[in-house]
């Protein structure tokens, strides 16, 4: 009876620490691919993530001196392990909303069996699948990583803005890379241009003057490559200068690479080839902000991304502070409010002045380490992307796309 | 704190039936390996060919894969285990003749073969990306009824096969199962016919397969080439069968249920640590799962629930 009694007299002191302990502390999960095809990029991203917090609670934590949490939940890259991770996240510890998961199949299924359903806001950092976007998610779904989908909007930018209205376009036949190339066919024929001839092509190929030479037909002034540099990229580009079919290239990120250049030479390149590429914005304040914070750290800022995770989980704060409450309803509100391109611009770092102009009412803007992060109807970001074009010095110079 | 009994509540409903679906595949399994003797080391090939079948059928239109079929959920279940019983039947044609070793070496390969197709197969498959927005049985109903429905599915469902598979252990089928098995080349004298029967258990196991497949794909509303990896789609399942007792169709279905559960649950001690220990210690899940296995195959090595011989007709119970 006494051993009874003493049992139920240290639970209750034990389940009072425990409430004690977390009466300060707001949760909010931290999922991702620790394990898994990906574990090392996302061991930087989640480093992204704690910087974003440990800057917070070292400025006065949220609300009223509450510490922001992130719990990390394994998603492991595989639908069945996210969903059972961010399952736990949500009805186990009970957090106020997820910054994560990794990879874009994990974010798909975790989003649609758990958090849609239990209207908790999913701010993800690194899925890119267009598919997302079409999610039916009562506004819970948000990313700060650009959907793939841009991509190929930015290039037909670029080129519609360059006056040249007649392209032929050819891609790998993969994923990506096709992807990529129907978004940027839609987007170039929306915008007045006309694609003379449109062929996939089967990469590793030791020539691919047969598919260029049926490209030419139509007479357009430039081609649009969708592929990696390496398996068939360098080749296409070689066979067309060599046959004096093409003289103007425009590529995707699957082409960037400094062995473009050193395998075609650079005078053979200058002026004739843009490769758009999805970037952190470097010349800009907020990254350079979160870049000075995470070298400190001993991380690599460059690492991709990793400010993407910083800047979720920054939002994610400024959301719940927004809200005034670590209410799970209130947060898409939150997010809405403090980037929707309009109010006083906060910056990586700045949680001090984020939290003083909440608190006075004022509204925010949050421009972010990864760009401006400013929510689409979808919940996506545009993203920002740079150009990249052939330098004086035989190396690739960026320039960002505005 | 309501709300975080209710959680608690919920998180068990989801526990419960991930180790419905994983204790059907396992069953299907224990018909291979505990029955048969069967090793079919492919297991997550079958359970994607179910999963995909199922995804495919039901989904409503889409540009990026097959689709628009809008089936209800009982035809593609039937769909998807039909499909992967005639794909058993040709993969057992070529493969059953092997022996325990080298059945499973091929049935490795086979199953990865599986997987490249599905990750290749885009205009079917839309490739890595995966296939979305698959419907779930009772998703309108509010939470949480809706997910208190869909367990009852599984766990029924989980039932049916129990019972059916438990009458053909006890039928003549069975025991002509567990003779070829334990001595193929008496089964052999006694005038049996070994490779159909091989062939028939090989078949139904795979069909048990697709069927938790096709759950899984309802379940998760999204399937991808990843989630047929095999260490949570194969090995998991052999340390299921092996710890819940092999040839035992409740020791299948008990060990799907503790292993996940140690599975699942590990891990929410481990996200009590700090982050940059919590990306360590996830790991240790892994390990913990080899380590069971370890402890059982050395001092359980019949599991749990160990074979239990139904009795011989004519004769008393020993």
Known sequence: MKIVRKLALSACVAAMFATAAHADAIKVGSAGGVTG?????????????????DQINAAGGLLNGDTLEMVVGDSACDPKASVDAVGKLVNVEQVVGIVGPSCSGATNAAVQAVTIPAGVVVLSDSATAP?????????????????????????????????????????????????IAAVFEREF???????????????????????????????????????????????????????????????????????????????????????????SDTGDSSYQAFADAFKATGADPAAPYAAHGYDATFMMALAIEKAGSADRAKIKDGLRAISNGTGEIVRPGEWAKAKKLIADGTAINYEGASGSADFDENGDVSGVFAVNVVGDDGKWTKALLK | MDQQLYGYGLYIISLLTMGGIYAILT?????????????????????????????????????????????????????????????????????????????AIATIGIAEIFRLILKNETDITNGPRGISQIPKPFENLPEPWNQLAFLGLVLGTLLLVYVMLEVARKSPWGRVMTAIRDNETSARAAGKNVETFRMEGF???????????????????????????????????????????????????????????????????????????????????????????????QKFPQGILPETRPSSPGKNKS
């Open chain 1, 37 to 53: 095809p990906i574990a090392e990029l996302v061991a930087t991203i989640i480093k992204g993530r704690d910087l974003a917090r």
């Open chain 1, 131 to 179: 598919s997302v976007t079409e999610l039916k998610d009562n506004d819970t779904v948000f990313r700060v990583a650009p959907s793939d989908a841009y991509q190929g909007l930015a290039i037909a930018k670029l080129i519609s803005k360059a006056g040249i209205k007649k392209v032929a376009m050819t891609y790998s036949n993969d994923d990506y890379n096709a992807g």
């Open chain 1, 189 to 279: 024929k929306a915008m007045g241009g006309e694609v003379t001839a449109n062929q996939a092509h089967e990469p590793k190929k030791a020539s691919y003057r047969s598919e260029l030479q049926t490209l030419t037909a139509g007479g357009p002034e430039a081609i649009a490559i969708f592929a990696y540099y390496g398996s068939s990229g360098i080749t296409i580009i070689k066979n067309s200068l060599e046959n004096g079919l093409f003289s103007k290239f425009y590529a995707a990120d699957g082409m960037f690479d400094q062995s473009v250049i050193d395998q075609i030479g650079a005078d053979n390149l200058k002026g004739k080839i843009s490769i758009t590429q999805a970037s």
């Open chain 2, 27 to 103: 069953l299907g399994l224990n018909v291979q390996w505990g029955f048969t003797g069967l090793f079919n080391a492919g297991i997550a090939g079958f359970f994607g060919i179910g999963a995909y079948t199922a995804a495919i059928l039901t989904t409503s239109p889409h540009t990026s894969h097959l689709g628009g079929f809008e089936l209800p959920y009982v035809v593609a279940a039937i769909a998807a285990m039909l499909i992967s019983g005639i794909i058993a039947f040709g993969v057992g044609k070529v493969c059953l003749k092997l022996r325990s070793d080298y059945l």
């Open chain 2, 203 to 297: 078949v139904i196991g795979c069909m048990i397969m697709a069927l938790a497949g096709a759950f899984m794909a309802h379940y998760l509303k999204f399937i991808d080439p990843n989630a047929t990896d095999p260490l949570l789609a194969t090995f998991i399942v052999f340390v299921m069968l092996v710890v819940g007792g092999s040839a035992n169709n409740k020791g299948a279905i008990l060990g799907a249920f503790v292993i996940w559960t140690l599975w699942s649950a590990s891990e929410i001690l481990t996200t009590q640590l700090p982050s940059e220990l919590a990306i360590r210690t996830a790991y240790i899940r892994i390990f913990i799962i080899g380590l069971v296995l370890q402890f059982f195959l």
